[in-house]
């Protein structure tokens, strides 16, 4: 089970660290990933970061956005900073068992989102 949190509303330019918190006891085998879905558009791959610390990253947060792990806390974050209007989504975590991918239907488990608005 993963529970996202952190999401708010915030000024351009400005940042969220943003929290997903998982169950069970193989989180640190699992690849994380952050995915977001902005009103009527289709769900895209934002971030993820391997077991061992390996991170990917969206060209559109290259540089602005940093994933990171706690394997002890079971948690994932997600910083974003200089935060754009254009990054206004509801933001996803997900786990996959296997490999890494930008691809969604890659992940196995998915948590539920937590809204992040970007005012201009």
């Known amino acids: 089970q993963l529970q996202a949190s952190g999401g708010g509303l915030v000024q351009a330019g400005g940042s969220l660290r943003l929290s997903c918190a998982a169950s069970g006891r193989l989180f640190s085998s699992y690849i994380m990933g952050w995915f977001r879905q902005a009103p009527e558009k289709e769900r895209e791959f934002v971030a993820a970061i391997a077991s061992a610390g390996t991170t990917y990253y969206a060209d559109s947060v290259k540089g602005r956005h940093s994933i990171s792990r706690d394997n002890a806390k079971n948690t994932v974050y997600l910083q974003m900073n200089s935060l754009k209007p254009e990054d206004t989504a509801v933001y996803y975590c997900?786990?996959?068992?296997?490999?890494?991918?930008?691809?969604?239907?890659?992940?196995?488990?998915w948590g539920q989102g937590t809204l992040v608005t970007v005012s201009s």
């Open positions: 997900a786990a996959a068992r296997w490999y890494w991918s930008s691809v969604s239907s890659t992940y196995d488990y």
